[in-house]
């Protein structure tokens, strides 16, 4: 399979803990999306990486929240010291870049669930 | 305004009728369209993307109005199945893309 690759599906962290959600792009997509969705909302984009640069960190929490893109390995998003609020889908999508018209691949998610 | 805004539904909609919903956007640069379909607690699905001169894929018909800045999806002979929460993206410059907050369409027998 080479769709986007979520992990892991689901997760539970007891407040205060860290939380590492891990995304691999498809294959020879350079871009990477995550987003956040709290149950019965839409879709709320988080960051915009590409490899090693995050190109647009508009929708990340200002605090507590960290994402990267490394040159080898998987796009990792990182929550320091979880909240209850921080419970929901998050969902990483990926897409080749370069010129419009290219739609985004979205992995399955990961369901972060915080005790 | 919100950048992307869908009416929220849900659209009850008979089975084997006729539905649409539009997408209306403030950002008159946007340059690429698309429609998502994302069933509960799963992950989004392309649909289609949406052209300039519009396009159909089956029961499924897209539309552009960039005067009016919307676009819009048709389903025909609605199936039990195409009950999900329909969401629109749009591209920018750069590469932003946003999300509409969905619209929720139930097909009911």
């Known amino acids: 399979n080479a769709g986007v690759m979520q992990n892991p599906r689901h997760l539970v962290r007891r407040r205060g803990q860290e939380a590492r959600l891990r995304c691999s792009p498809m294959k020879g997509h350079s871009h990477v999306y995550w987003y956040r969705q709290l149950p019965e909302e839409g879709l709320k984009f988080m960051v915009y990486?590409?490899?090693?640069?995050?190109?647009?960190e508009s929708g990340m929490p200002k605090e507590r929240f960290s994402a990267e893109f490394p040159k080898e390995g998987p796009s990792i998003l990182r929550i320091q010291q979880v909240v209850r609020g921080d419970s929901a889908a998050y969902f990483c999508?990926?897409?080749?870049?370069?010129?419009?018209?290219?739609?985004?691949?979205f992995g399955d998610g990961t369901r972060l669930s915080i005790l | 305004r919100k950048e992307v805004e869908q009416d929220p539904g849900p659209f009850n909609v008979p089975e084997g009728a006729t539905v649409a919903f539009n997408c209306t956007y403030s950002?008159?640069?946007?340059?690429?369209f698309f429609w998502y379909r994302q069933d509960c607690r799963k992950e989004p699905k392309l649909l289609m993307s949406v052209y300039s001169s519009g396009n159909e894929d089956g029961r499924f018909t897209a539309q552009l109005n960039r005067a009016s800045q919307y676009i819009s999806l048709l389903i025909r002979d609605s199936k039990l199945s195409d009950s999900a929460t329909y969401l629109c993206?749009?591209?920018?410059?750069?590469?932003?893309?946003?999300f509409g907050g969905g619209t929720r369409v139930l097909v009911k027998p």
């Open positions: 999508a990926s897409s080749p870049g370069g010129q419009h018209h290219q739609p985004q691949h």
């Open positions: 990486l590409q490899k090693e640069n995050i190109i647009d």
């Open positions: 950002n008159s640069a946007s340059q690429s």
């Open positions: 993206q749009l591209k920018a410059a750069g590469n932003k893309l946003t």
